[in-house]
């Protein structure tokens, strides 16, 4: 019997997608103010095991550097400039704390994709921490958000530690024991790579009881495409193109 999708079909990839820096509180304001409330974005510890927004366990990318961050504690992250690779605009924007997203999204009452993205070695401790803080800011009206991991063991842990909010298996292909992972995490989704998908997984999955969601979905054919198919939601970078009654 399939899963009857209770979370948003389409999901602001990394805050606010190609519009603004990835995983910042100003993607934040660009994915709302395009009127996204259901936003998915990476949560990493830094080294005095504070949870920031990061998607790359080494600088270089989104943020200058070459240090890795678990060498660097969440006060030294928080100063440096997450912007200005993006733009001119953004020049300044700084590393936010989960703590700071979370808030914005309560605030204004954003639903969360929140990707446990640990840096390697820090699966067990990061899918924790980040639970154990979920669970404790979570308002007693404000709906829980999914969690999501490349990481079986992250999200193991996060499953111990707050088994009530819902867990996602992340998997760039569907490897042939996905099942017995999703059981073994009492997971409540796979999410997937569309380009890997086929019709044939995508009804194995939904059949199965599972909900099924693809990243990074940023073609309106292919969106529809895979919502025939059966999938239940994406993510997606053109905020601007697909926006949040997209059907």
């Not at 990707?115 to 990061?126: D, M, S, V």
């Not at 025939?228 to 193109?241: A, K, L, P, Y």
């Amino acid at each position: 019997m399939a899963l009857n999708w209770p979370f948003p079909r389409i999901v602001a990839h990394r805050g606010g997608g190609l519009l603004a820096p990835e995983n910042t509180l100003a993607a934040l304001r660009c994915g709302l103010a395009h009127g996204f409330h259901a936003v998915e974005f990476d949560v990493m510890l830094a080294h005095d095991g504070v949870p920031v927004l990061m998607h790359d366990e080494q600088l270089g990318r989104t943020v200058a550097g070459s240090a890795a961050v678990p060498t660097l504690t969440s006060a030294e992250l928080m100063v440096m400039d997450a912007g200005s690779w993006f733009g001119p605009a953004f020049v300044g924007e700084p590393v936010p704390t989960y703590r700071q997203a979370f808030e914005f999204c309560r605030q204004h009452d954003i639903w969360m994709n929140v990707e446990i993205k640990p840096a390697a070695g820090f699966e067990q401790i990061t899918g924790s921490v980040v639970a154990a803080l979920t669970q404790e800011w979570l308002g007693r009206d404000q709906r829980p958000p999914l969690f999501s991991s490349f990481s079986f063991d992250a999200l193991m842990a996060a499953k111990d530690v707050a088994p009530a909010i819902p867990r996602g298996l992340l998997v760039n292909k569907i490897p042939p024991d996905w099942e017995a992972r999703l059981q073994a995490l009492t997971a409540v989704a796979l999410h997937t790579d569309h380009k890997t998908l086929t019709v044939k997984q995508a009804q194995a999955i939904k059949s199965a009881g599972y909900g099924l969601f693809c990243f990074t979905v940023n073609d309106a054919v292919r969106a529809h495409d895979l919502f025939r198919w059966g999938v239940d939601g994406f993510c997606t970078d053109r905020i601007d193109m697909i926006g949040v009654l997209f059907n």
